[in-house]
């Protein structure tokens, strides 16, 4: 027969004691219990009373009738009402007034300010009855208006009190409920912010990869390979299409370039058969951060709709900050004749960019002629 360790069993059980005392006291069943002893004890001094003046009752028997009447607060939280009709029994039958008032707390605490109004009437009214029948209470120097000094106060605090923190209750519900909202606001802009982030990168890589794999079909339209291509660039607009349909989930922002990476910018667009004409003043490089990559941003979708809309085009890309504001144009010019099929757009691509412009305190027109289509963005330099 094989017998378990002492010494295991024993930290094992110290263990589970010291977690129960770590979450126990501050637990809602903690509370309802050393609410019930506190009302017991508070009834409690008026045994010697109850036995000798109010009532045939014993000591012993009083104490069991008083500690039965306050186990009912145990389940205060779910029946309030039966601790409030325990409560009237006792006021009828023991003359007592302590669990009426722990009663009242509970159902203005758990059941709101009508069902405390109610039930503090109504033990107002059963109190006022029990002040006519005969030898309740002792006669000596108890009028009418002394006793209803003593009953009415009583019952509207304790009710006031319990419906008060019913309120604190409901406030706190709706400050943590709006908590939550703006969790799921910030959670919901930041799968906006990624999807944009996705459109702006990895959308202008579909877009140059079409465009590519368009002209090389162009120029292999006599060779074995010109199907090949084809089907390249119709994947690759498919791929665009199943992006722009996509909703980002989750994701990590990728680190925004600056104003350095321009050049970069305008060299693979050059190679991808829209070159740029870049002029850009010395002082953009001593901007923030944040107003670089706003510009880097602009001038990036600016391309990508360039190479769109107007493939084969010069772009001219000027950028000014030689005052309070900064000022980026783009412009280029329009093909004669609109591509045989429209190339894919989410629509997005503009809104972002105004948007961006706009939460640095700028604006963003786009103006289009017959023969040319220009974007200007201005922004605060500071």
């Known amino acids: 027969m094989h017998v378990k360790p002492v010494a295991p069993v024993f930290h094992r059980c110290v263990a589970a004691g010291r977690r129960l005392a770590d979450t126990w006291p501050g637990s809602p069943r903690a509370v309802d219990v050393l609410t019930a002893l506190g009302c017991l004890g508070l009834m409690a001094l008026d045994l010697p009373g109850l036995a000798a003046a109010d009532n045939s009752l014993s000591g012993p028997a009083a104490a069991v009738v008083l500690a039965l009447g306050c186990a009912t ?144 079909s162009v120029r292999a339209r006599e060779t074995a390979h010109a199907k090949d291509f084809e089907e390249l660039a119709d994947t690759a607009r498919r791929a665009h299409l199943v992006l722009n349909e996509i909703i980002v989930q989750r994701g990590e922002r990728a680190s925004t370039p600056g104003v350095d990476g321009l050049p970069a910018l305008a060299e693979e667009s050059g190679r991808a058969g829209s070159p740029v004409r870049l002029a850009m003043d010395e002082g953009v490089h001593g901007l923030s951060p944040l107003r670089q990559a706003a510009v880097y941003r602009v001038v990036q979708e600016c391309l990508t709709n360039a190479a769109k809309h107007a493939h084969g085009e010069t772009i001219d890309v000027s950028i000014a900050a030689d005052g309070p504001r900064l000022r980026i144009a783009v412009s280029n010019a329009l093909p004669a004749r609109t591509p045989g099929r429209a190339p894919v757009s989410a629509g997005s691509g503009t809104a972002s960019m105004s948007e961006r412009v706009r939460s640095l305190g700028g604006n963003l027109t786009a103006t289009r002629t017959d023969d040319t289509y220009e974007v200007v963005a201005t922004l605060p330099r500071g």
């Open 73 to 216: 607060l145990l389940v205060r939280r779910r029946l309030p009402w039966i601790s409030y009709l325990a409560a009237l029994l006792f006021i009828g039958w023991l003359h007592e007034l302590t669990l009426i008032q722990f009663a009242l707390y509970s159902v203005g605490r758990f059941r709101g300010r009508r069902a405390g109004i109610l039930a503090t009437l109504g033990y107002i009214a059963f109190a006022l009855v029990m002040f006519w029948v005969p030898g309740w209470p002792e006669p000596q120097g108890h009028t009418l208006s002394g006793f209803l000094s003593i009953v009415v106060p009583i019952g509207a605090l304790a009710s006031a009190v319990g419906i008060a923190a019913y309120r604190h209750d409901l406030v706190r519900e709706l400050t943590a409920r709006r908590a939550e909202s703006a969790v799921f606001r910030a959670v919901q802009q930041e799968r906006v912010s990624v999807a944009r982030d996705v459109h702006d990168f990895v959308g202008r890589e579909l877009t140059l990869l079409t465009v590519r794999s368009e002209v090389l």
